[in-house]
Every structure is written in C-alpha cells, then in structure tokens.
C-alpha cells in the first residue's frame, strides 16, 4: 500500500472524538474549520531511511519521505502546523560531525512551527544547543525550564500563539527532570520546576488571556511509567483543565491512535506519541464549529 492510500485509509477509519462536551453528530464536519496538527518525537537524528536488512524498520523513516508526506497534506489542507516533542539530537554519525547544525536546518526546511527540548538535546551542553539555534527557524518552547542564569536565557520562550483560519492555537512546552539522565556539567544553572504546576499556570493564561480556542502541550514527559510517581503524559492529561492535545515524547511510545483521557472538568483531552526515529507521522484533524467548540481525529501515518 503506497502512502497516499495508507493516509486515506488510516483517516477514514479513525473516529472523531467530541471535546469540551460537543457530540459527535452534532454537525456536519463540512461546515467546520478545519486544522490538521502533524507531529514528531526522537527523532534522534535519524534522517535516512533505514536499511533493507534492518531487523526493526526494515526500509522505514527517513527526513525526505516525512517532507514528502508533510507537503501532501499541506497541499490538502493549508491550515496545517507542524510540531516536534523532543530529543532532536544524538544517535547518528550526523550529531556526532555536526552538533545538530544539519537537523535544525531540515527541520527550518519542512516548516516546523516549533519543539519543546528533550534531555538529548543537551548532549553537548547548554553551549552546543545555543551554537545551534542561528539554524532553527522555529521556535523552542519549554515552559518548566527555568533558563534564567544560562546562557539560554531569552532564546526558550515558554509557549506561543499561532492564528490559524481565525482559530487561535496556544501551544507550551514541557520537558523531563534532566537530573540522573542528563550531567550536571551540561545543563548547568538550568532550573526544573514542577510540570503540573507549570501546565496549570501556562494553560490558565492561554485560555483567559490569550483566548486561545485550542491549547497544545509539546511533552517531553513520557507517555506512562510502572513508578507512577513521575510525571507522565497520562497523568498529565488528567491535571489539566484547558489543553486538548497533548503530543508526547522521551519513552518511544508508538501509538496507532491518540489515548483519551478525561481532564478535571471531565472534557476529553488527546494524548499521543509516535514512537521514535521519524518511523511515524502523527496526525490530528481538530473540525472547529461556528462557535468554535471542537471534535478531533487522529492517526499515526507510517513514513
């Protein structure tokens, strides 16, 4: 099945989930706008397809088929944003010659709106991620690092708005505790706060005062844990009041469709992850009313 196929098959089949209470009849998705949110999570540096022979994803990823597939469905709906949740770096030869410099310029070249920052992305200090943003032309969001005393300072902005066919989309980033996975030496003075506490603050702010009409988490949290004390998407969802979609990152979930979890005020929020090394695509169709209350698909497309 050649990818077109497999995108209207996989979309096709996927059910639309009702958010903030909108029923699933309750309107013909014909007269709705329309925003279609693609994303991708550790990367890990892997542009090319991998080979034939290889025992896990034989002839599967790779950064020009992903910019085939983006391209499409940009052409299909221009309404469309482009994000990543994380660990762009570390884990082949082109890291290891080129310090990330190659992956934030492809990136800058499939359009990617923005990306929140995994522990990877620290691998070469503070000082190697900061050499490297000249050549992101999109932004790094994280908003429970608290970047103040590094030299950092001012480049992460802790989310951003984006105005999309008169549908305004508030987007924040979270990322993992980077102590035990990441050496001090390398995220320095870089203060971690509270993910929950951040989530709640930030998600607060971009509905009441920003007016946001649909909020998106870029996570770097991990999709679940067997410790169910750290901070995890699932759990994450639950906490939430306002954000609709979470796209998660750092435990290599792959999903064939977003998790449903139920927020405090028992609104449906979407969780999804697509695993890692650019093997999937994710893709989430949001149909908006004209009172913009929201219904939503998705579906992880193999590249």
Known sequence: MNR?????KTTATSAFVG?????????????????TILHTNDVH?????????????????????????????RNEN???????????????PYFNFYGGELEFKLMSMLKYDAATIGNHDFDNGIEGLLAQLPHAKFELLSANYDFSNTLLEGYVKPYKTYLVDDIKIGVYGLGIALDGLVTKKLYKET??????????????????????DLIICLSHLGYTYQDMDRPHDL????????TDLIIGGHTHTFL??????????????LVNQVGCYGINLGRIDFYLDS?????????????
Request: glycine share 6%.
């Open 291 to 303: 009172d913009k209350n929201a219904q939503a698909n998705g579906v992880s497309i193999l590249v």
């Open 235 to 242: 759990d994450l969802a639950t906490r939430t009041t306002y």
């Open 4 to 8: 077109r196929k497999f995108i209207k």
């Open 78 to 92: 221009p309404n469309t944003l482009l994000f990543d949740a994380g660990d762009i770096f570390q884990g082949t």
């Open 45 to 73: 540096s892997h542009i090319d397809t991998f080979p034939l022979d290889h025992s896990q994803f034989p002839n599967l990823g790779g950064l020009a088929r992903r910019a085939e597939l983006v391209e499409q469905i």
């Open 256 to 269: 064939d469709k977003p998790t449903l979890k139920k927020n405090r005020q028992g609104n449906n929020v």
């Open 19 to 35: 958010l903030g209470g909108l029923t699933l009849d309750s309107c013909n998705t014909n007269s709705k706008k329309h925003i």
């Open 191 to 212: 203060q971690y706060l509270n993910p929950f506490e951040i989530a709640s603050d930030i998600e607060q702010k971009l509905k009441n005062e920003e007016k946001c």
